[in-house]
């Protein structure tokens, strides 16, 4: 593919701004010369709010642009609701556009370097771009091989469905297609790990769907902690009271291998269970960083 040039870029997001804009209520009124350019990469919860709130306090003196390589944002936390089935993956969709009324260029593009030197980032589709300041919020990524057998072939069918998306589709639909009986196992990793209750959440939303659809399905949690790491007292009465002899919940149970043909699971725990659809994701950590000073991306970003 031909990389088109900054310029031309910047034009056609430019004009994509302008024939978005609602009557310009909420555009900062844009200085003849902006006082310098912020790059915003990554345009999740961090990246997205920096950027809006780059240009509202500049009042419009400071030129944005955010580098995103999706299309639309999607909700991580509201993700397990699709899975309970109340929500659809178009209730937890934003578009950028929302942004762009604010006057932040959106590139939908991947950042792949950083010159510090220079002050310039590169990007996969288009040419290089110069900063004064930037932002780096590409959040954290997983560490596929804490486990065993967790390997790209065994990842198609064990979707871990903790970037809300595509994943988060296949998950509900292996879960539709799961028959009543079934047991679905959901790993949890050792502490830290991006949003301790959300393990916890998801398996209280698919037993809230096996409640009305699989009554006869199970929600095996393998915890690789020693108990609930989030609001544990709060959890364990969920469970009690409202999914008794759904959930099943075993402490001290890292994943440490898993066979996607058998579908078993091999936890530190000597009980190897058997499972017909579950949840393995790797172990992941928390790595945003959200800073005005550049700092170069790791090599997991
Ligand atoms: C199931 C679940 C439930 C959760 N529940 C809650 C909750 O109830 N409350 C709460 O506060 N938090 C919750 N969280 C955590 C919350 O989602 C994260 O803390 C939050 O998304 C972090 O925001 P972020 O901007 O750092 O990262 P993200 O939202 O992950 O955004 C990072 C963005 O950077 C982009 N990106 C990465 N690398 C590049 C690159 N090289 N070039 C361009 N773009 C790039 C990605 O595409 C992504 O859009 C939950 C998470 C999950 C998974």
Redesign the pocket.
């Known amino acids: 593919m031909s990389r088109l040039t900054r310029r031309d870029f910047l034009k056609i997001s430019g004009a994509a701004a302008t024939s978005l804009l609602p009557g310009c209520m909420t555009q900062p009124s844009a200085p003849a010369k902006p006082i310098g350019r912020v790059i915003v990469?990554?345009?999740?919860?961090?990246?997205?709010?920096a950027a809006k709130y780059l240009r509202m306090w500049s009042e419009g003196a400071i030129e944005v642009v955010l580098?995103?390589?999706?299309a639309e944002?999607?909700?991580?936390?509201?993700?397990?609701l699709v899975l309970g089935g109340t929500r659809t993956m178009g209730d937890i969709t934003r578009s950028y556009a929302r942004l762009r009324d604010y006057g932040v260029q959106v590139i939908r593009?991947?950042?792949?370097a950083i010159d510090v030197e220079k002050k310039r980032v590169s990007?996969?589709r288009i040419e290089d771009l110069p900063y004064d300041r930037l932002v780096v919020?590409?959040?954290?990524?997983f560490m596929h091989d804490q486990i065993e057998g967790y390997n790209p072939e065994a990842q198609k069918t064990i979707v871990h469905?903790?970037?809300?998306g595509p994943e988060t589709v296949a998950l509900r639909q292996q879960l539709e297609a799961m028959p009543d009986g079934g047991v679905y196992i959901l790993s949890v990793p050792r502490a830290p790990y991006?949003?301790p209750?959300?393990?916890y959440?998801?398996a209280c939303q698919v037993a809230f769907y096996f409640k009305q659809a699989k009554p006869r399905s199970k929600v095996i949690i393998l915890d690789a902690n020693e108990d609930v790491v989030s609001k544990p007292a709060l959890f364990k009465a969920a469970w009690n009271e409202l999914y008794k002899g759904m959930i099943e919940y075993r402490g001290n149970s890292e994943a440490k291998a898993v066979d996607a043909r058998a579908k078993t699971v091999k936890t530190t725990c000597s009980a190897t269970p058997r499972f017909r659809r579950r949840r393995c994701p790797s172990r992941a950590i928390?790595r945003?960083?959200?800073a005005s000073s550049p700092q170069p991306?790791s090599s997991s970003?």
Request: net charge positive.
């Open positions: 990469i990554g345009g999740g919860f961090g990246g997205a709010t580098i995103e390589r999706n944002f999607i909700s991580c936390p509201t993700s397990n593009d991947e950042a792949t990007l996969k919020s590409p959040a954290v990524d469905a903790w970037k809300a991006r949003c209750p959300g393990p959440e998801r928390w945003t960083t959200t991306r970003s």
